[in-house]
C-alpha cells in the first residue's frame, strides 16, 4: 500500500490537530487518508481532484463498507483537501466530539454487523466529471447538509433485503411484519430516509454521556449499538426516527440475531438514552417487541484448594493482583485502579474509589497480604524515582483533578499500585505519563494458569470475586455483611450466591427458645 510521506502526514496531524481531534480519533483518519492516497494512485487519479471522492466511496461500498464508515472516509478527505487546497472547500467546523471511528474498536475494516450490497469493482472509467463541490457541503455534521439520498438507492441494502426475508418468512410475527412495514414507509420528503449524517448524533450521545459521568464503558457499548441501529435504518434522517424503528430493530436482534438476553437488554438501554437524551424524544411503551428471557446465572466458583494452585502458576504482579481479587472481593478494574493512597496498614482497611456505579467502600486488608503489599510499594517508589529523573510528568488524575493540583501527579500518594510496565505518549501535549496495568494482561496470566493447572472449570479473573463471595457465604457470613464488601446496590445480587454453596439445614423442628 501506498505510504502517506512524512511531510504531509505532519501537515494532516496539525490539520487534525486544529480541528480539536481527539488522539484517538486521528488514527482512524490518517488510515482513511492513507487508503485514499493509494485508491488515487492506484487507478490514476488526482487526489486534489475532489470528483475523486465518488470512486473512492463507491469503492468502500464494495467493500462491505456501511454507510456510516463511508461518511467518516470523506470526512477525512474533505479535511485533506482543505489542508492542500484551501480555496476549493469551506473550512469545516471545529469538533472535539466522537465521530464514527470511536465506535469501531477494531480497525476502519473490520466487519460489521450489516453489510453493504457487494457490486462489481469501481473503474476509472466510471467517474462522471462534474462541479466541484464543498466538502463541508457534501459529507458533515450540520443537520440543515445532510445527503438526500443513498449513493445507490436502486440497489437494496442487506438491511433491506434481511427486512424482506423476515416480512416473507414463513409465520412471521405479525407485530412483526407491522413494525417493519410501517418503517418502509416514507415519513416525510423533507428529510432524507437514507444516507443522512449521524455525526453530530454522536456528539450529543458523547457529551450526554460525559456531563453525566458515565463510565468510558457506557460510552463505547452505546456507541457501538448506536452505530448498528444506523446501520438498520440505512442512516435515516435522526429527526424522523420512531418507534417502529425501534421496534423493528430490536425484533430484528431478536429473531433475526438471536443475540443474547443481556445484549438486547443493553441494546435497549442504549436506544432509550439515545432517544431521551440526544434527539430528545419520548420513547414510547415497547408492547410488541420480541424480547428474551433472561436466565437465572449461576457462576462459576473454585475451591480454596484451586485458587491456591492458580496463584501458584502466576508470575509477579500478578500473583498479588490474583490474591487481591479473592482476599477483597475486588472487580478487576477496581484492582488495577488502586492507588498508594488507597492502603491503610495502621486500620487494615483497604479502600476502593469509584467502583461500579462511581461508589466509594472500603475491604479488610488480608493479614497475609501485608508483607506483599509492602514490597509491591517500595518497587512502586522505586519506579517512580526513575521515572521523575528522566522528566516523566507523572501519572494520571481523574477528571480534572491535575488542574486543580498541579504537583499531585508527581506526588507518590498517587501512584498506582500496579503501573503499567511502559510510559504512555499524551498525545495532544507531548508528555509521558505512568498508567497502570492493562486489564487484558491480567485476563490473559490468570487464563493460561488455570489452563496449566487444568482445572476443568471456566475460570476467569472475576471467578476469583465470585468465590471469594462464595467462601465467606460458606463460613456461615451473613449476606447483608457479604453485600457492603462486594459493593452491591441490591441484596437480591448478592442472593446469587446462596446456589453457590452447599445449604446445611436442620430437618428437626425446634422453638429459638432452646437454641
Not at 181 to 205: I, R
Request: glycine residues 4%; positive net charge.
Amino acid at each position: 500500500m501506498l505510504a502517506v510521506p512524512p511531510d504531509l502526514a505532519r501537515c494532516y496531524e496539525a490539520r487534525l490537530t486544529q480541528q480539536n481531534m481527539l488522539a484517538g480519533q486521528r488514527p482512524h483518519y490518517h488510515r482513511w487518508l492513507r487508503y485514499y492516497l493509494d485508491f488515487c494512485h492506484k487507478y490514476d487519479l488526482a487526489p486534489a481532484d475532489q470528483r475523486s471522492l465518488p470512486a473512492f466511496q463507491e469503492k468502500l461500498r464494495t467493500k462491505h463498507q456501511p454507510e456510516s464508515l463511508r461518511q467518516q472516509a470523506g470526512h477525512a478527505v474533505a479535511l485533506y483537501w482543505e489542508m492542500v487546497s484551501p480555496s476549493a472547500a469551506k473550512p469545516l467546523p471545529p469538533t472535539n466530539s466522537v465521530t464514527r471511528q470511536d465506535t469501531v474498536t477494531r480497525n476502519a475494516f473490520s466487519d460489521v454487523m450489516e453489510r453493504a450490497p457487494n457490486d462489481s469493482p469501481v473503474q476509472k472509467t466510471s467517474v462522471e466529471p462534474r462541479a466541484p463541490l464543498s466538502p463541508s457541503a457534501q459529507l458533515i455534521s450540520q443537520p440543515e447538509k445532510m445527503a438526500t439520498s443513498s449513493p445507490h438507492p436502486s440497489a437494496p441494502s442487506t438491511v433491506v433485503r434481511e427486512q424482506q426475508a423476515i416480512l416473507s418468512a414463513p409465520g412471521a410475527p405479525a407485530n412483526l411484519v407491522q413494525a417493519l412495514s410501517q418503517n418502509n414507509k416514507t415519513e416525510s420528503a423533507e428529510y432524507p430516509l437514507t444516507g443522512a449524517s449521524w455525526v453530530w448524533v454522536y456528539d450529543e450521545l458523547t457529551s450526554a454521556i460525559k456531563v453525566r459521568h458515565y463510565s468510558p464503558k457506557t460510552l463505547q457499548a452505546y456507541q457501538i449499538w448506536t452505530r448498528k441501529f444506523q446501520n438498520f435504518t440505512q442512516s435515516k434522517d435522526p429527526r424522523l426516527l420512531s418507534m417502529n424503528d425501534v421496534k423493528g430493530f430490536l425484533n430484528f436482534l431478536a429473531v433475526t440475531k438471536k443475540i443474547a438476553a443481556s445484549s438486547q437488554n443493553q441494546a435497549f438501554n442504549a436506544l432509550l438514552f439515545l432517544f431521551r437524551r440526544v434527539l430528545e424524544k419520548e420513547f414510547g411503551n415497547v408492547e410488541g417487541v420480541v424480547r428474551a428471557k433472561r436466565k437465572p446465572y449461576i457462576p462459576v466458583v473454585l475451591s480454596r484448594e484451586e485458587v491456591d494452585r492458580i496463584i501458584a502458576r502466576l508470575a509477579a504482579p500478578y500473583d498479588l493482583v490474583a490474591k487481591l481479587l479473592y482476599g477483597c472481593g475486588l472487580r478487576l478494574f477496581e484492582c488495577l485502579k488502586l492507588r498508594v493512597q488507597d492502603l491503610n496498614f495502621a486500620m487494615r482497611v483497604l479502600t476502593v474509589h469509584d467502583g461500579k456505579g462511581q461508589k466509594d467502600r472500603t475491604v479488610p486488608l488480608p493479614e497475609a497480604l501485608v508483607v506483599d503489599l509492602h514490597a509491591q510499594l517500595d518497587r512502586v517508589a522505586q519506579t517512580h524515582e526513575a521515572d521523575l529523573a528522566v522528566g516523566y510528568a507523572g501519572t494520571f488524575l481523574p477528571s480534572a483533578l491535575g488542574e486543580k493540583y498541579p504537583r499531585a501527579a508527581r506526588e507518590l500518594a498517587w501512584q498506582w499500585l500496579f503501573p503499567a510496565m511502559t510510559l504512555t505518549s499524551v498525545p495532544d501535549t507531548g508528555e509521558r505519563r505512568r498508567s497502570h496495568l492493562h486489564e487484558t494482561l491480567v485476563q490473559k496470566a490468570i487464563k493460561e494458569a488455570v489452563r496449566r493447572t487444568r482445572i476443568p472449570k471456566r475460570a476467569s479473573a472475576h471467578t476469583l470475586r465470585h468465590s471469594f463471595a462464595s467462601h465467606l457465604l460458606q463460613a456461615n457470613y451473613d449476606i447483608r455483611t457479604i453485600q457492603e464488601l462486594l459493593g452491591h446496590s441490591d441484596v437480591r445480587t448478592t442472593m446469587i450466591y446462596t446456589h453457590t454453596v452447599r445449604s446445611i439445614t436442620l430437618k428437626e423442628a425446634k422453638s429459638p427458645l432452646d437454641f
